[in-house]
């Protein structure tokens, strides 16, 4: 209840209580009862009466408020919800500090979620990106999609991106391997190469040092590795190869390969650009990752790596 109802509700008991009732304790208290009124409400009204004289509150003790007025909220709240800036550099755009701008937003219920990361579109991407997935998507109902996609992995766990934590009660007593994460400045990574279908299979990985050339595209990873595990799990004619727009997927020999063993190949013109959200071999290489993250111990050596290594 706001502190104007309460002070109106006093004036009104202590006006019936001097004027009407003539100061009948018992009389006043049992009529505004009858209103839903709280006994012991009553009879701290008529007490502060006989004591001040007077139905007034008191004013309250403290500083003054003097920033968060309803007009200052309504501006941090309209910056909280239009913005992505954090707290401790609103407050200092208001001439306060994030501790009132928190307060605001508890007060106010306004809740702070991480953004979800997504793909950042050049208009002509955009447009591009919607119309091709669409057109895909329509062409290719009664067949089925095989995808493939090329990642760099940190061949030591350590150095993939990510947040570490350590526990301790006595901080002096840490050790160092727990306290701090090494980080190489040139740490050394695998290309690895697999394909996917819609159903959740997967092909043999092609793993490598440095950049996947054409030639060894077409040889390691379309001959030896994607028309076994094409054959192994569909028809060819049921099929519809979906690369990404990298240039070595289009090289000339490539598309004759593809051709040539009547696989169907999404074209580079029909190619949907930056849909990550629409290939589920990009989730793939996510949960990859975070299982290789778990390691402490890199590998010293990897069976499938090719001979003919190219070094950093």
């Not at 947040?163 to 400045?185: G, N």
């Not at 040092?209 to 094409?230: A, M, N, Q, W």
């Not at 192994?232 to 390969?257: G, N």
């Not at 696989?263 to 071999?281: E, G, L, S, Y």
């Amino acid at each position: 209840m706001k502190v104007s109802e309460r002070q109106a509700i006093a004036d009104r008991v202590v006006h019936f209580y001097a004027e009407i009732s003539g100061c009948n304790k018992y009389r006043t208290v049992k009529h505004f009862e009858e209103e839903g009124l709280k006994r012991r409400t009553l009879y701290g009204i008529i007490q502060r009466y006989e004591t001040r004289g007077t139905s007034k509150f008191r004013p309250k003790t403290g500083h003054p408020v003097t920033v968060a007025t309803p007009q200052f909220t309504r501006k941090v709240a309209k910056k909280l919800l239009t913005t992505n800036l954090p707290e401790r550099k609103i407050g200092p755009q208001f001439g306060t500090n994030h501790t009132t701008v928190g307060n605001i937003k508890r007060r106010l219920g306004i809740k702070t979620r991480k953004c979800i990361e997504a793909p950042k579109y050049t208009p002509g991407q955009k447009k591009r990106a919607k119309t091709n997935c669409r057109k895909l998507y329509r062409a290719n109902t009664h067949k089925k999609l095989v995808l493939d996609d090329e990642c760099y992995v940190m061949a030591d766990p350590e150095n993939i991106p990510g947040q570490r934590y350590f526990r301790y009660i006595d901080l002096a007593e840490v050790p160092e391997e727990l306290m701090f994460k090494p980080k190489e400045k040139f740490p050394k990574k695998y290309c690895v190469w697999q394909a996917i279908d819609e159903d959740g299979n997967v092909s043999e990985p092609y793993i490598k040092v440095g950049t996947l050339k054409s030639d060894e595209y077409r040889e390691e990873c379309l001959k030896k590795r994607l028309l076994p595990f094409i054959e192994e799990h569909h028809h060819k004619s049921d099929i519809m190869f979906w690369p990404d727009l990298a240039t070595i997927h289009y090289e000339s020999s490539v598309q004759t390969l593809l051709a040539n063993n009547g696989i169907d190949c999404v074209t580079r013109k029909a190619n949907a650009p930056n849909v990550p959200q629409a290939r589920p071999i990009e989730r793939f290489w996510a949960l990859c990752k975070k299982k290789h993250s778990e390691k402490t111990v890199p590998a010293k050596k990897h069976p499938r790596v090719s001979p003919n290594l190219v070094t950093n």
